[in-house]
């Protein structure tokens, strides 16, 4: 981090807590969509916090935000879904590359039903606050967009509880489909710590399944920690936010946590290294079959 981009952040967290006494306590940019200069605002949020909070993003009444709020309610459930080993206690329903994916013809009972959600989550990510906000951040609109739609409970039990960076670098856009607290799962992000993870994490990063990297993603400064704060919202608030900016899924200790997530990346930006294992197999066997070569010459 720059000394000039230390000096602004201070500063502007100076002119807050003058204004806000108790501010220390919550600290959350929290903004709105009539806010002035609204654009800016997010883009500048996004660079110096690393996060963003739009409280009236939708309200409960708006069509698509209750078809949306409907569909959650009805799909994901713990009574009419398999468990997930990797969302244990929970539910994780997944649509991967949203708007590039080709369609699939395979039929199935649920095809009809995907169909429907798949048109509702595509209104949502092209909404113009978050596909413009998306191509401003990324300078580009070549996109890869996947949507995930989660249901936690007290029995929840998986790795985004745990405090993290994504070992891919993403940008997020997480709706909260229900009145969300402490007490319900609130999400947590410790603002600002995405220069810290810029800056130790240089791109491209090890590769993805890369255990030791995974390690260092939650291996990380107790300052972080406990700088983490829970961000309460009503239904219909919106939380932008690179995942540099060290996160966590809250505990939810009564009630349901429910949420809809939609991640950004660019398309043709290289973000991690390649996996050499399989290239590391490809040599051995070419190695072998020249040591053979050779022993029979």
């Not at 709105?32 to 996060?51: C, P, Q, R, T």
């Not at 399944?209 to 829970?230: A, G, Q, V």
């Amino acid at each position: 981090m720059t000394n000039l981009l230390r000096y602004i952040i201070r500063k502007v967290k100076v002119t807050i807590n003058q204004k806000f006494p108790n501010i220390e306590k919550i600290f959350m940019l929290r903004i709105k969509k009539n806010s002035s200069n609204f654009k800016e605002l997010i883009d500048y949020s996004l660079l110096v916090f690393g996060y963003v909070i739009i409280d009236d993003f939708f309200c409960e009444s708006d069509d698509l935000f209750r078809s949306l709020k409907s569909k959650h309610l009805m799909d994901l459930s713990l009574n009419n879904l398999d468990q997930d080993n990797n969302y244990l206690g929970g539910v994780c329903k997944t649509f991967l590359d949203l708007i590039g994916g080709k369609d699939t013809k395979k039929k199935s009972n649920n095809s009809t039903r995907k169909l429907n959600n798949e048109i509702e989550l595509k209104e949502l990510v092209r909404l113009p606050l978050i596909y413009e906000t998306a191509k401003r951040f990324f300078h580009s609109d070549n996109l890869k967009i996947d949507v995930f739609q989660t249901l936690d409970t007290p029995n929840s039990n998986h790795s985004a509880q745990d405090p993290h960076f994504d070992r891919i670098p993403t940008l997020k856009f997480m709706l909260y489909v229900n009145d969300i607290s402490i007490d319900n799962g609130a999400f947590e992000l410790s603002a600002s710590t995405n220069h810290w993870v810029k800056r130790t994490f240089p791109l491209p990063r090890p590769a993805y399944d890369d255990l030791e990297y995974f390690k260092k993603s939650r291996e990380l400064p107790k300052p972080i920690i406990d700088n983490l704060k829970p961000i309460e919202g009503k239904a219909g608030t919106l939380i932008i936010f690179h995942t540099d900016t060290i996160h966590n899924q809250g505990l939810v200790n009564n009630g349901q946590c429910r949420i809809i997530r939609s991640h950004f990346r660019k398309k043709d930006e290289i973000l991690n290294k390649k996996n050499n294992f399989g290239n590391l197999k490809k040599l051995i066997k070419n190695t072998s079959q020249l040591k053979f070569f050779k022993s029979n010459l």
